[in-house]
């Protein structure tokens, strides 16, 4: 590993074709400036060369020209991995102890797997190389984040449950009386049996959700979706903020009712 190391995880991105292309000209600029240093002799072990990993439609490409594979990337189904390594061959034949290494790594399959990681010997390059590109992907951030964060797991966890105990209590109360066990305790019998049933099914339906909101809200997006996927995103989006309307409107109410009866207790 090289002495200086900066990395940086990559969140909530719109990856079109211009924002690739944008990208690409940064690292050109870093590429060009270094190796005028070596007089661009690439026998030099510090010469950099620049090259492109691209994942589509179920299959890979390493290449080292950018307009090949902007043809794979605006020709694809689906980019599901975008990857642009710009390194040294010291950093090869030292194992990746010594010289200049770029990775830039965005994913759309797994979010762990879109990050920036800069390495050299020079502290002051790989702190200049890392701001740089920081600045140009900063630039095509998108709003997912509402969507994405450990809030929006909350809320649908919180959702389950209240949807469990709704479902529980209606399960209980319209076929509690069908059993032959004395009262109360046939409602408390299915209630208990309802809850357990759509507790395990939880279990399952849980990631599911995560998935849906993973698929329309993406931590990174390559090609802009149309259609269905569209309308799906509106009307799960508006209904998830008019739940929260909801239930901030019941937590208001409950706590102005709680406020009043205070106030009636002291007078």
């Known amino acids: 590993m090289s002495q200086y190391l900066r990395d940086e995880t990559l969140k909530n991105l719109n990856l079109q074709e211009n924002a690739i ?9 870093i590429k060009n400036q270094e190796n005028g240093i070596v007089n661009n002799d690439i026998n030099n072990e510090k010469y950099l060369q ?10 890979g490409f390493w290449l080292y020209k950018f307009d090949e594979t902007m043809e794979y990337f605006c020709s694809a189904k689906d980019v599901e991995r975008f990857v642009f390594v710009l390194k040294s061959s010291e950093h090869d034949t030292t194992i990746k102890n010594k010289g200049k290494c770029v990775e830039i790594h965005f994913d759309s399959r797994d979010s762990k797997n879109c990050f920036i990681t800069v390495q050299d010997d020079d502290q002051a390059w790989v702190d200049s ?26 809320a649908i966890q919180m959702s ?26 046939d409602f408390g019998f299915s209630f208990l049996i309802a809850f357990l049933l759509f507790s395990n ?25 149309r259609g269905v996927y569209k309308i799906a995103k509106g009307l799960i989006g508006t209904l998830f903020v008019t739940y929260c309307m909801i239930v901030i409107g019941w937590i208001l109410k409950s706590f102005w009712s709680f406020v009043l009866f205070l106030f009636s207790k002291r007078t």
């Open 160 to 185: 389950g449950v209240v949807l469990g105990l709704l479902f529980s209590l209606w399960v209980a109360f319209n076929f509690s009386n069908k059993l032959n066990i004395p009262a109360p305790s």
């Open 201 to 225: 099914m939880w279990t399952y339906l849980y990631p599911t959700c995560l998935k849906i909101v993973d698929f329309l809200w993406p931590n990174i997006l390559f090609k802009e979706k």
């Open 21 to 29: 292309k944008e990208i690409n000209k940064v690292l050109l600029k």
């Open 50 to 59: 620049l090259s492109y990993i691209i994942r589509f439609d179920k299959k």
């Open 129 to 154: 190389t890392f701001l740089r590109i920081q600045e140009v992907i900063g630039k095509f951030t998108n709003l997912n984040y509402l969507a994405r964060n450990p809030w929006t797991n909350f």
